[in-house]
């Protein structure tokens, strides 16, 4: 996307901008309107530097609930918390390779070298620095199952560096980037679409392999992320013996909406199973239950089993 917007907005009327009409990128009017509101955020140059100096010294106290979410890991800095108008805004920290952090943690810690898609669609501003190399592809074909080494065809879209104004959306589902670092210290302006069914949605992880015949490009899954807190609570209700739970992950396993959520329900129960016969036999029933996702997964389980025994 290319927004040259002159004006300059401070985050507060950013986010109320955003909070008043709503962020929907599956709307050309709602999408332009949000790319808007952050293109004037970014040519605010000063606010983002004073709002971390005035976090360090006190002065302002971090935004109510940027705790909930820390697990967006430690270069990630909450400016606005999932609220009204289906919207997040953070920023990221993008360290060069010559970093003494990145040296001690890894390209892979400090978000470089893998290749993933989107469970939901995000406005990615350059704000600081000259900016990380991506490579940006999209899904040939539909959106994978997710089991691991699965074959993913991509078509590869471009690559460029995330420069200060440059303006990117990536799709849900759809669009899938790998990043390099930057030659210098680099910050980025997320803006991330948020709805409750994201949360049921699932981001891949991607090796990429370019095929010798055609040129072509293909990822193979290597992870499936995701969240939300029933899986957890499955999991607790089976492991303590809940009464109830072995026949609730057992009918989640076969009918559940989410594919990801019928997978949690069979890893649990095979957890509990007392031992590889009984594993077995869960995973035997799961490969039946008509999920691509957990046929894939329970065949590769059951192969383990078959070579351990």
């Given at each position: 996307?290319?927004?040259?917007?002159?004006?300059?907005?401070?985050?507060a009327?950013?986010?109320?901008?955003l909070?008043?009409?709503?962020?929907?990128?599956?709307?050309?009017?709602?999408?332009?309107?949000?790319?808007?509101?952050?293109?004037?955020?970014?040519?605010?140059?000063?606010?983002?530097?004073?709002?971390?100096?005035?976090?360090?010294?006190?002065?302002?106290?971090?935004?109510?609930?940027?705790?909930?979410?820390?697990?967006?890991?430690?270069?990630?800095?909450?400016?606005?918390p999932?609220?009204?108008?289906?919207?997040l805004?953070?920023?990221?920290?993008?360290?060069?390779?010559?970093?003494?952090l990145?040296?001690?943690?890894?390209?892979?810690?400090c978000?470089?070298?893998?290749?993933?898609?989107?469970?939901?669609?995000?406005?990615?501003?350059?704000?600081?620095?000259?900016?990380?190399?991506?490579?940006?592809?999209?899904?040939?074909?539909?959106?994978?199952?997710?089991?691991?080494?699965?074959?993913?065809?991509?078509?590869?879209?471009?690559?460029?560096?995330?420069?200060?104004?440059r303006l990117?959306?990536?799709?849900?589902?759809?669009?899938?980037?790998?990043?390099?670092?930057?030659?210098?210290?680099?910050?980025?302006i997320?803006?991330?679409?948020?709805?409750?069914?994201?949360?049921?949605?699932s981001?891949?992880?991607?090796?990429?392999?370019?095929?010798?015949?055609?040129?072509?490009?293909?990822?193979?899954?290597?992870?499936?992320?995701?969240?939300?807190?029933?899986?957890?609570?499955?999991r607790?209700?089976?492991?303590?013996?809940?009464?109830?739970?072995?026949?609730?992950?057992?009918h989640?396993?076969?009918?559940?909406?989410?594919?990801?959520?019928?997978?949690?329900?069979?890893?649990?129960?095979?957890a509990?199973?007392?031992?590889?016969?009984?594993?077995?036999?869960?995973?035997?029933?799961?490969?039946?239950?008509?999920?691509?996702?957990?046929?894939g997964?329970?065949?590769r389980?059951?192969?383990?089993?078959?070579?351990?025994?």
């Amino acid at each position: 996307m290319t927004r040259r917007d002159p004006a300059s907005a401070t985050l507060a009327e950013c986010a109320e901008a955003l909070a008043t009409w709503g962020f929907d990128p599956h709307e050309e009017e709602s999408l332009a309107h949000a790319a808007s509101w952050l293109q004037r955020l970014g040519n605010d140059r000063q606010f983002l530097g004073d709002m971390l100096i005035d976090m360090l010294d006190g002065l302002t106290p971090a935004p109510e609930g940027a705790d909930a979410l820390a697990g967006s890991g430690p270069r990630t800095i909450m400016l606005v918390p999932p609220g009204p108008g289906h919207f997040l805004i953070r920023a990221r920290v993008w360290l060069p390779a010559q970093d003494r952090l990145f040296q001690r943690s890894g390209a892979a810690a400090c978000g470089y070298g893998q290749a993933h898609d989107f469970a939901g669609d995000v406005l990615t501003l350059g704000y600081f620095g000259p900016g990380y190399l991506g490579e940006d592809y999209e899904y040939e074909e539909a959106v994978p199952a997710g089991y691991p080494g699965e074959r993913v065809a991509l078509r590869f879209v471009g690559r460029g560096l995330l420069e200060q104004g440059r303006l990117l959306h990536y799709r849900s589902q759809r669009d899938v980037q790998l990043r390099h670092p930057p030659e210098a210290l680099s910050l980025s302006i997320d803006l991330e679409h948020t709805h409750p069914e994201q949360s049921w949605r699932s981001r891949h992880d991607f090796a990429l392999v370019r095929e010798r015949q055609g040129g072509g490009v293909c990822g193979h899954v290597t992870g499936l992320n995701g969240h939300g807190p029933s899986e957890c609570l499955l999991r607790i209700a089976l492991g303590l013996g809940a009464e109830g739970a072995e026949a609730l992950a057992a009918h989640f396993g076969r009918h559940h909406g989410s594919e990801r959520m019928r997978l949690v329900a069979w890893q649990a129960l095979a957890a509990q199973a007392g031992d590889d016969a009984a594993r077995d036999t869960v995973w035997r029933a799961a490969e039946q239950c008509g999920s691509r996702l957990v046929a894939g997964v329970a065949g590769r389980r059951r192969a383990a089993l078959d070579e351990a025994s």
